[in-house]
């Protein structure tokens, strides 16, 4: 899958907002961040693996944001950074020894789940940020894209001036084309913290251990084994057999790196560019399985709906559901189904809740009250609702299976599915 750059129609993502200063005493205002200003944030990426990757041409000021990152977040982060290995900038061909050896220290971070870990580089080629969001991916690292708020970051005279290369006029003008063009994810979303998708990751386990002996559900098996298959029993975690890795999400708008319509205006919204690398806390409100997947319901607030797309609420053109009916976290899909048809089911799911027939409350389980509805499709609303924390980032990698690799091995619902 080919991935590509988005011209920019004014700064946005994965550039940030250039504000002026609150107040003279305030910080610099190419350091006011959500990642180095926000309590909240900070906490989050704490208990995250967060790879920040610094764009930019040279002299911009990404060494200095990369240093204030390391100041904020001290022991947790670490800065890999292609001056400390005398890279000349725009040159990545003439120095493989030295990228090689560049990539073996942030390979090491990675394997040791530091959970800042902040690259600074120009990272003006394609095949290169594809290289990192692969790392990204076998590491079971969220990305976030960050570039310089200077008022010089583009001024080639002046970068001239400030960069400790200073790399002529011309070849610094052959850098900026690829850097005035933003790079659109996959998808937008949110991305939960570790802690929260391991504690997500254990409710739903649970769930599937205490449906699959409930006995409604036993009377229902046939939606879950084949033919050929014993009907008095089924193995729900095996049955689902994709599951996501360490990072869980709740995608907002799929823009298949700006390929998707609508997704250049959607990443242009101002609250969209406000709320990118910024923490949020999401109300799992049901934990619900179909014969085809396993999912969270998430219930979004006012803080969240304006990050949610105004037309995916619906499974045909004429049929709109509430605003956020589709948001949820997927936790597995069965052999063959794609990661896509979670949230249409749950849309089925909330369709009949609005039209009928009426689904029947079953008995409890130990998170809430079983719901039964029909076609081996179960949910479970959740007497105290589940508050997880996530950062709103995009997901930039291919969106295929890779091999995983992290510090621990186990836990449940693990797998090496990208979803």
Not at 168 to 184: G, S, Y
Request: with cysteine; hydrophobic share 40%.
């Amino acid at each position: 899958m080919s991935r590509g750059f988005s011209r920019r129609g004014q700064a946005f993502l994965p550039k940030l907002f250039f504000r002026k200063m609150a107040s003279a005493s305030g910080p610099p205002a190419e350091l006011q961040f959500p990642f180095l200003q926000d309590e909240e944030t900070a906490a989050v990426l704490r208990e995250s693996k967060t790879l920040v990757v610094l764009r930019g041409l040279p002299g911009s000021g990404k060494s200095s944001l990369g240093r204030a990152i390391l100041e904020r977040y001290g022991d947790g982060a670490r800065l890999v950074s292609a001056d400390a290995y005398k890279i000349t900038p725009g040159a990545r061909g003439a120095f493989p020894e030295e990228y090689r050896r560049l990539d073996e220290e942030l390979a090491g971070y990675c394997r040791r789940g530091v959970a800042v870990l902040v690259l600074d580089d120009t990272h003006h080629e394609r095949e290169r940020l594809e290289q990192l969001f692969d790392v990204a991916d076998r590491y079971q690292y969220q990305v976030v894209l960050a570039e310089p708020r200077t008022a010089w970051r583009l001024d080639c005279n002046q970068l001239r001036e400030k960069s400790q290369w200073a790399l002529p006029v011309e070849e610094l003008r052959k850098l900026k084309p690829a850097l005035e063009r933003d790079w659109l994810p996959l998808y937008f979303g949110w991305f939960l913290s570790k802690r929260s998708s391991e504690s997500l990751r254990k409710a739903g386990q649970a769930f599937l251990d205490e449906l699959s002996i409930h006995k409604a559900f036993r009377k229902e098996l046939r939606h879950f084994v084949s033919g050929d298959e014993p009907k008095d029993k089924v193995d729900l975690a095996a049955y689902f057999v994709k599951r996501p890795p360490g990072v869980l999400h709740c995608t907002t708008k799929f823009c298949d790196y700006g390929r998707a319509a609508g997704a250049d205006e959607y990443a242009q919204q101002d609250v969209v560019k406000q709320a990118y690398a910024r923490a949020f806390s999401l109300t799992i409100s049901a934990l619900f399985v179909t014969p085809r997947t396993a999912g969270a319901r998430v219930e979004l607030s006012d803080r969240e709906l304006p990050l949610w797309p105004a037309d995916v609420d619906r499974l045909t053109p004429a049929e709109a559901l509430p605003r956020g009916s589709r948001a949820h976290v997927t936790l597995g899909c069965a052999g063959g189904v794609e990661p896509v048809q979670t949230g249409i089911d749950l849309l089925e799911l909330v369709r009949q809740e609005k039209v009928g027939p009426p689904a029947e409350e079953v008995g409890e389980l130990g998170r809430g009250r079983l719901v039964a509805y029909g076609n081996g499709r179960w949910l479970l609303r959740l007497a105290k609702k589940m508050e997880v924390r996530a950062i709103f980032t995009g997901y930039y990698g291919r969106g295929q299976a890779v091999p995983t690799q992290g510090p621990r091995k186990g836990g449940a619902f693990r797998s090496c599915t990208v979803l």
